[in-house]
């Protein structure tokens, strides 16, 4: 189905790596290591993995927001725009704004960052939406914040209180309701549902699916929750050291994951009727800054070989919709 679907998003061996200076030494973070991703138009894609395996990275990089000590060291990124895929890498700082401006909303973690503390939600409104589309007066402003409000099914007095007023998950859902209020076309929701207990997640949830469904734009959700991704995703990236290490459809991951990673999450979730004990991933995740060889999941892995030690398998397609890096499973590109 994702197949038939027009590509939105791509990228070719995106690379993005924070280039630091640690006590006169430079050091380099991996945080965005050869990526390649197609997005499709009317869908969610979901990216999970570990804290710090560079999921939020990934969103900046996606959003066009590379500054340093991030750079932007190799690949492109493209968007496609009308009947045109535009390679976005190379644009002017700008161009970049008024793109993301007309095309992709971002919704960061934790949404008292996008609030000014001493203006009502009405007042972020009228400075996000007022910088976004030129000669509008407060009270058209006033009009379509209001009606993307009703339409989500929040308060209507909303607008009238300030930031701190609102409980976390309120302020969570005013957040995205503010980031689709002016239909863009691609939206990235990093950790939307983190510090929220699991009531208000099903509400969040809940309202990006009905974004989703009433735009019929593209979500792109980054979550280690892999019960948010079961519920709102249709398709599953899945993250390792900076690199994707398997994709499928929802279904798909959670029902045949392939990748001994993958495999790991899937299998350290709990389920009814199953009382047996868990186990998580052994040890710990590689530092970003000093990548093992090969595989960057090697040092972990029950079944490593020798291969696995010395380089880092291509992609296996396993079917048009599923593929996997992993020397047990297949010699990628490189057989």
Known sequence: MAAQKQIVLRTEHLKAFYILEVQGTQKTVKAVNDVDLQIYEDEIYGIAGESGCG?????????????PPLRLIDGKLYYRIGAQ????????????RKLRMEYIAYIPQGSMSVFNPVLKIKGTYEDFIGSHVS??????IFQ?????????????NVLDVYPHQLSGGMRQRVTIALASSLNP?????????????VVVQRGVIQMLKDIQKSLKNTIILVTHDMGVHANVADRIGIMYAGKIVEEATTEQIFAEPVHPYTQFLINSLPKFGDKSVRTSVPGSPPSLADLPSGCPFHPRCPHVKD????????????????????WLVGEGQHG
């Open 55 to 67: 999921k939020t990275t990934l969103l900046k990089t996606l959003f066009n927001e590379v500054v």
């Open 85 to 96: 895929e535009t390679d976005v890498t190379n644009m002017s700082a700008e161009e970049k």
């Open 144 to 156: 379509t914040a209001h009606k993307r409000i009703l339409e989500l099914g929040l308060p209507k």
């Open 185 to 197: 076309r691609i939206m990235i929701g990093d950790e939307p549902t983190t510090a929220l207990d």
């Open 135 to 140: 000669g509008q007066s407060r009270a058209e």
């Open 307 to 326: 291969i696995c030690r010395q380089q880092m398998p291509d992609f296996t397609q396993l079917d048009k919709d599923h593929k996997v890096a992993c």
